[in-house]
């Protein structure tokens, strides 16, 4: 087993403004984009004043690793609990937008990856650079059934933690993500991500995915996130997710 301390899995674009107010952009993307933002809760996301949760992941002989997480979305302010690059525990608490030091770098990449797996068709609708198409019904990539494949590609030219990566997400009926599969840009790896969303539960007006398995690059993969918890406006209370 590799250092759980390190960064693992898929290190993704550095995403910016969260909130969006109404732009030309969104007009030239697919309906079915938006569609599934608000399904996860893209309207309410204004009121989230903090959001809490631990991501865990492990691939067969590649890692295991477990950070948790509290990020305030309005502020951009970060508190990371984990273990570092070493495997030491760690505790770092920073400013999105004061990242000055390589503990905080290294935390930040990490946030990024996780906050995608919790967030991602969310992300997918924030994320002015990513190229969006609506690829129509196809099959899922394992087990029966169809959906709607929606492509979200990252350009090489924008720079980040990875241009060029992938995400196809497959959405059922309902706007649910049924399934994703996340090809790499770059030389690191895994270079192939095929994995389920489900465990789905409310937390707040947000709805999380909180269940993944599948397989990096050939090998078992097993994505799940946990102690899932919000905060709205007008409330200092956590409301779990359930």
């Known amino acids: 087993m590799t250092n759980p ?14 909130v969006l107010s109404a ?15 608000k399904t996860y809760g893209l309207d309410s996301f204004g009121q989230i004043e903090a959001i809490r949760y631990t991501w865990n992941g492990e691939v067969t002989g590649l890692f295991k690793a477990s950070r948790a997480w509290e990020w305030e979305p309005k502020t951009g302010k970060v508190t990371f609990e984990g273990k570092d690059k070493d495997g030491k525990p760690v ?9 000055n030091d390589d503990a905080k770098k290294q935390a930040d990449a990490g946030f990024t ?3 995608y797996w919790l967030l991602f068709p969310l992300h997918a609708y924030w994320d002015t650079s990513a190229t969006v198409t609506d690829e129509g019904m196809k099959k899922l990539p394992a087990g029966v059934g169809s959906a709607t494949l929606v ?8 720079g980040g933690y990875t241009p060029g990566d992938t995400w196809d997400l497959y959405a059922g009926k309902d706007n649910r993500v049924e ?13 192939l991500v095929k994995a389920t969303w489900a465990g789905y539960k409310k937390a707040g007006p947000l709805l999380i995915s909180t269940e ?11 994505i799940w996130l946990s102690d899932v918890a919000v905060k709205v406006t007008g409330s200092d209370k956590w409301m779990p997710a359930q």
Do not use: C
Not at 91 to 99: A, F, L, N
Not at 212 to 222: E, I, S, W, Y
């Open 5 to 18: 301390g390190r960064v693992t899995m898929i290190r993704l674009l550095t995403f910016g403004v969260l």
């Open 23 to 37: 732009t030309s952009w969104a007009q030239t993307r697919p309906p079915i984009l938006e569609q599934v933002a």
């Open 91 to 99: 505790k770092v608490t920073y400013m999105r937008s004061q990242i």
């Open 113 to 115: 990856n996780d906050n």
């Open 151 to 158: 492509s979200v590609k990252y350009g090489v030219e924008i």
């Open 179 to 191: 399934y994703l599969v996340f090809q790499h840009g770059g030389n690191q790896k895994p270079s």
């Open 212 to 222: 993944h398995r599948g397989t990096a690059d050939g090998k078992p993969l097993h």
